[in-house]
């Protein structure tokens, strides 16, 4: 395998890693700026969920103002993967997800996205942390340095 991918890609935080969350409050991710990139990906990470029915539900939003001031849902044709985010055996996220990976890709026009994870049923410990990747940037190489 010879394909760069490395300076081709920016990895900013999404959602940071935090104590683990006992109730329903949603994991918001950091509104991501894809000014000069041509396609932006969230990836996110389940730790250990300690509930036994817990599921969650994933919002993906957009809109051209920094704050999201003007946020709307974003249509499922401008996304790639699907918010349900469910397996081939028909099982989305939920209260078996530990340690498991997600995805999901943002196609759109608008300038900043968001995505919300929001859990139902919640009353054991849950850890999630998330990642925004930005590739086919406009000018490349990008920069190596942490962020």
Do not use: C
Request: net charge negative; glycine share 8%; aromatic share 8%.
């Amino acid at each position: 395998m010879r394909q760069d991918l490395h300076n081709n890609i920016k990895a900013t935080r999404g959602i940071s890693p935090v104590a683990a969350s006992i109730d329903n409050t949603p994991f918001v991710s950091q509104i991501l700026d894809t000014a000069d990139f041509g396609s932006a990906e969230f990836l996110g990470q389940f730790g250990a969920i300690a509930d036994a029915d817990v599921t969650f539900t994933v919002l993906v939003e957009h809109g051209d103002q920094a704050n999201l001031s003007d946020a709307a849902a974003v249509p499922d044709e401008q996304l790639l993967g699907v918010e349900a985010m469910v397996d081939a055996s028909g099982v989305g996220l939920r209260f078996d997800s530990d340690d498991k990976t997600f995805k999901i890709g943002y196609i759109g026009t608008k300038r900043y996205v968001r995505v919300t994870v929001t859990p139902a049923n919640n009353t054991g410990n849950i850890f999630l942390a998330g990642i925004w990747v930005r590739g086919h940037p406009r000018r490349a190489p990008q920069s190596v340095q942490i962020n």
